[in-house]
């Protein structure tokens, strides 16, 4: 107690210096420069948690290995206090009282362990979840989703002053896009472009310039495989050879958009950027193709344009065409990375989609609100928390290791590294990628999709996180009973469940196929195989508004209604629910071996009421809640006579509103075994023993009591009697069983 007050004493001392210099030195930080230092100092505490304090125990522990200390002498404290007969009684007392709360199911000193491990890994996770679900809630910015959707529905469509891209059907009708939505929407003629914004939303511009990319087909696709796409050097107007002039390289780029992209990629480019996109007809590589940029004005990018149009840069061989630009809203300081892709179908028309990424990238913690600040800074103390809490019991108990949930307890550590660092590493990229668009030239591209894919991939990692995390605490959660249900239901029931989701799948494929060959060709929603399974799967589980019947009448009336009626009783009533009933015996079996299996012992409640009943008692006190007796103008003894009146009373009207009597129930029952014959027996006599034991525990209270108030009133201030009284009660001590003197 000494020790804790010292250590609340400095804390306090430390913590009002701290104040008083703050408020009082003079300093007047902004709030952005004051997050920065609190941001330091965790970091600095972070550096001296994980690196330099086990750097100085693994010194001191070297130290005490190579160079014993000699053991000093016991030297007994001439203060400390000698306790008195007072002190003894007083500590007797609340042992006592303690001791009234405990039964024989409280010692099973394995359960006790038990039930504390669930307690701690309780607190660690239960902090662990809600700090994830606080700090998805501070960081999440809902002006996000408003923002694409405005961009997306601006670019979409027709205006006054411009052309939607839903409108573009062929592939000559592009050039003129790019001219009234795209050059006359977001430049001027300005080449410091100080009044240059977009003319639907003043506070919206573009960063940097519009690259143009496009996809040349090869002619050489046959079968079912991908298509192939040329990477040729061309000279202008697609013609070969490719005759390369002197100073093309550094002056001519003119000769750049019929020459293959042969950009030196980085690693971030390389990983975040070599996937494929997945189109309407095909999919499409991002780091193939032939790329040109247009100008930061409006003049020189219809230069561009001309150029393009009157060599003949989108002809019949192109096969799909990407515009590529990123947007940035002032107001609401948002990022928005767009992709405009025009696929050229062999059908003699274009498909055209957008792809819009809303992002805030400039925002980091100097620039988080204040709660999200104060979650972060718990995030961090529960992380360490977390790590101590798996480490540790790792270091000394290696096997460990091979245990399913220790291996999860590592994952979401290392998820949780490497959202940090995905997060510390994207603030460093947007840092580089702002600094090269203050110096940018006219025609530099500056892709800010590599930040953008950095921030989805977070997100994705974010919600492994919390799904491993929401997994662990159903792992701690198993202590109540509905969760042992379920989890035993998914034990028993995973063989048939897997079995009947086959059957499922099979008969789901099998109809999508069967839908997708007779409507595939007339209806969007059975374009494809996968689409069709989707759209049966939704109608199964009753999503019926985006699936009308006339859909279905491609091959004829009559095979229509019978696909419809297959459709909505088969797969979404026969099938379902047998999946459903199958779970739901499983379930019911899982309660019967449950209830067959129960053991009679204390339950984690019953032991969380006992381990903190004085915390429970001051909770009590504090809101006025707490237990007392009330005579009622009765004395002891008419109060407990009334209560088992009542009880018996309650007893007798239960019986008649069954309508039978307990001997009648016991008949129609049947005798009982002679195995719940000595069940019962067993649980009578340890009801007996219990009793008996709070009996004496009761009436040694009772001794306690008296002889503490004798003593206040007939002893001295130390509370010492007469040497004749104190023989009287070591007299009345002998009365009493061992454990209660």
Request: with cysteine.
């Amino acid at each position: 107690m000494a020790s804790n007050a010292i250590f609340i004493v400095t804390l306090c001392i430390i913590a009002s210096c701290f104040m008083i210099i703050w408020k009082f030195s003079g300093f007047d930080h902004e709030t952005r420069k004051f997050k920065a230092i609190l941001v330091a100092f965790m970091l600095a505490m972070l550096f001296q948690f994980l690196i330099f304090d086990p750097l100085r125990f693994l010194v001191l522990a070297i130290d005490a290995a190579c160079w014993p200390k000699l053991q000093r002498p016991l030297v007994p404290d001439p203060k400390a206090k000698r306790h008195t007969r007072m002190d003894y009684l007083n500590l007797r007392l609340r042992s006592l009282r303690s001791q009234l709360m405990i039964t024989s199911g409280h010692r099973n000193e394995e359960l006790n362990l038990k039930y504390r491990t669930i307690v701690r890994e309780l607190w660690v996770y239960g902090k662990l979840f809600l700090i994830h679900l606080f700090l998805n809630l501070a960081m999440l910015n809902r002006l996000l989703y408003y923002n694409g959707e405005s961009i997306t529905n601006l670019l979409k469509y027709n205006h006054t002053d411009s052309i939607g891209q839903s409108h573009v059907l062929f592939l000559h009708q592009v050039y003129p896009f790019i001219e009234h939505t795209l050059l006359n929407g977001f430049l001027s003629n300005d080449h410091h472009r100080k009044s240059a914004h977009w003319n639907h939303v003043n506070s919206t511009k573009l960063l940097g310039v519009i690259q143009m990319r496009l996809l040349r087909d090869s002619g050489e696709h046959y079968g079912l495989n991908e298509p192939k796409y040329t990477d040729k050097e061309y000279s202008d107007g697609w013609s070969l050879p490719h005759v390369r002039e002197p100073y093309t390289n550094k002056y001519w780029s003119i000769y750049l958009p019929w020459l293959p992209m042969s950009k030196s990629y980085s690693f971030w480019e390389r990983f975040f950027l070599s996937i494929r996109q997945h189109g309407y007809f095909a999919t499409y590589p991002e780091m193939k193709g032939y790329a040109v940029t247009l100008r930061n004005t409006r003049d020189d990018s219809m230069k561009v344009l001309t150029y393009l149009y009157e060599n003949n840069w989108l002809d019949n061989r192109t096969a799909a065409f990407f515009l590529d630009f990123t947007l940035y809203n002032v107001d609401a300081n948002i990022f928005s990375v767009v992709t405009l892709r025009f696929e050229n179908l062999p059908y003699g028309i274009i498909h055209s989609s957008m792809y819009v990424n809303s992002v805030s990238l400039t925002e980091t913690v100097e620039t988080l609100p204040w709660i999200g600040m104060i979650c972060l800074f718990a995030y961090a103390i529960i992380w360490l928390e977390l790590g101590m809490t798996v480490i540790v019991p790792l270091w000394f108990e290696p096997k460990r290791l091979k245990t399913f949930w220790v291996k999860v307890d590592l994952l979401i550590l290392m998820l949780s590294m490497i959202v940090v660092t995905l997060m510390a590493l994207r603030e460093g990229v947007v840092s580089k990628l702002l600094a090269v668009l203050e110096m940018a030239s006219t025609h530099d591209f500056i892709d800010f999709r590599i930040p953008a894919r950095m921030t989805e991939l977070t997100v994705i990692l974010m919600g492994f996180l919390v799904c491993l995390v929401t997994l662990r605490l159903w792992k701690v959660m198993q202590f109540a009973s509905i969760f042992q249900i379920f989890t035993k239901t998914l034990s028993l029931a995973w063989q048939a469940l897997f079995s009947t989701a086959c059957v499922i799948c099979i008969f789901m494929c099998a109809f999508g196929i069967a839908t997708v060959c007779i409507n595939g060709n007339n209806n969007e929603n059975f374009r494809t195989l996968l689409q069709g399974m989707a759209t049966v799967m939704c109608f199964s589980f009753g999503f019926t508004s985006h699936v009308a019947p006339s859909d279905l009448f491609n091959g004829g009336i009559w095979l229509g209604i019978l696909i419809y009626g297959i459709m909505a009783f088969t797969i979404a009533i026969l099938l379902t629910n047998v999946f459903v009933s199958i779970l739901n015996n499983y379930f019911t079996a899982a309660k019967a071996v449950r209830d067959r299996n129960r053991k009679d012992q204390i339950t984690f409640w019953d032991s969380l009421s006992v381990e903190y009943a004085d915390t429970i008692n001051t909770v009590r006190e504090a809101f006025g809640c707490e237990r007392k007796y009330r005579r009622k103008n009765r004395t002891v003894a008419e109060n407990i006579k009334r209560k088992m009146d009542l009880q018996a009373a309650a007893v007798i009207s239960a019986r008649v509103k069954r309508g039978r009597s307990y001997r009648s129930a016991r008949e129609r029952k049947g005798a009982e075994t002679e195995d719940e014959a000595e069940e019962n027996e067993r649980k009578a006599q340890a009801q007996h023993i219990d009793r008996i034991s709070r009996t004496y525990t009761i009436a040694a209270i009772l001794q306690t009591q008296m002889e503490i108030a004798e003593r206040r009133i007939f002893g001295d201030k130390d509370g010492n009697l007469h040497s004749d009284d104190e023989s009287d009660d070591s007299a009345m001590e002998q009365d009493l069983p061992r454990q209660y003197v």
